[in-house]
């Protein structure tokens, strides 16, 4: 049997050094789906914080209202509204919510139901329900809003602030 010099004789182990096809195929596979699930994530990630922000938005705007009837007590019952109350509240762009004259309980109202329709779009909306103990007054402001990336979630557009006056 001849042998040449440098090569081994046929089927003896022959080594393999390199990448196949197929295995640079399924790296690639295994990557991309690895990308795909990073880009969901971001997307995902960018959906929270939205929400969060707008819920951060609800709970000051909640806590502003009543820190408000809190200064003034003796006028609590203006402050009292539902979503019937927002009704031809817009915002304008060149002047937002600013409101011209005295300050008023019934400014400080129209000025907060824009501010609401401002900062969470221009479906939200508030109910502010006053308790009858006249003692210890309990005010409930429910802020409501539609949350369009988040449909899956129960109430995802809703914050509810209680306290007693």
Request: aromatic share 4%.
């Amino acid at each position: 049997m001849i042998h040449r010099h440098g090569f081994p004789p046929s089927g003896a182990g022959r080594r393999q050094s390199g990448f196949s096809l197929i295995e640079v195929l399924i790296a690639l596979v295994v990557l991309g789906v690895g990308l795909l699930g990073l880009a969901l994530l971001q997307t995902m990630n960018l959906r929270y914080t939205q929400s969060a922000h707008q819920r951060t938005l609800a709970v000051n705007l909640a806590s502003e209202l009543l820190d408000t009837m809190r200064a003034n007590r003796s006028l609590a019952s203006i402050y009292v509204m539902n979503q019937a109350s927002f009704a031809g509240v817009v915002p304008t762009k060149e002047t937002g919510c600013a409101i011209q004259g005295q300050m008023t309980a019934a400014n400080n109202v129209t000025r907060w139901r824009c501010e609401v329709r401002e900062a969470l779009g221009p479906d939200a909306w508030a109910s502010v329900a006053l308790g009858t103990d006249p003692l210890n007054p309990t005010v409930t402001v429910t802020v409501h809003w539609t949350e369009a990336n988040m449909p899956a979630l129960a109430d995802a557009g809703r914050v509810e602030l209680s306290t007693v006056l």
